[in-house]
């Protein structure tokens, strides 16, 4: 079920509102005209792809894999001996991975599009495009590739629901997104800051990879893929926002439905 998590119920919400926040101007439909601009259609979007990521982070109950996977590549081997801490710290290595994570979370949703230079409602709704995204697709690459995760090969801790859910990291990917996109919004409304704000966003996102090695939860290659994963989907998603694009229309004329297209130049 999709509330399996009661978690999940509150962020639900949340995304439901979004979906609803740009049905306010819409013009009565006593004046025989109901327009949905671009607008109102982001917000639908949003709100599905909210959801989505919801259902595939919460929603689904990812069973422990039976099966064995092959050892990992010689590269990952020496950089987990190099880096893994050991047994009695590894979960204070993984407690410090999610206080950068719930970190990163707590900085982009409400205080990062207050110092933006956009309204608060328009870089709040960026910065959970790029959440939701980089969530979709991250938890589609670990559902495919199944991945055994370190401390599951290597039995440093027991198996978990989450045992084959290595590839890539998501911790990784989405501290990395993050940073990306905070980066972007503050370095556009501090100019002169930009280099110590992408700095410290970016050293806080690899600093978060480096403890989920240590933790024995990912290897090298699931960070590095994940840190490049989320730092290209954030950049990706903020030209999008900022193109200029198409809008769709739906109307009624004289009773007489109508679509329209109209192009942004």
Known sequence: MLFK????????????????????????????????????????????????????????????????????????????NQVKWSKIKMDNAVFISDLLLYGAFIGTIPLVPYFSNYNYSKALKMSLNVISLNGIITNLVKMTIQRQRPDSFYKTREDANDSFRSFYSGHTSTTFALGTSNAILLSEAYPEKRKIIWLTNLSLAGATGYFRIAGDKHYLSDVLFGGIAGYFLAKYAHKETNKKGTTIGFSYYNSHPAINLSFNL
């Open 5 to 80: 998590n009661t978690s999940i119920l509150v962020p639900f919400i949340i995304s439901i509102s979004i979906m609803y926040s740009g049905s306010t101007g819409r013009k009565s439909s006593t004046k025989g005209n109901e327009s949905y601009n671009s607008t109102e259609i982001n917000n639908y979007r949003l709100a599905l792809q909210i959801s989505s990521f919801l259902y595939l982070q919460y929603g689904i109950d990812y069973h422990i894999n039976v099966n064995e996977k092959p050892a990992p590549n010689q590269i990952d081997q020496y950089f987990r």
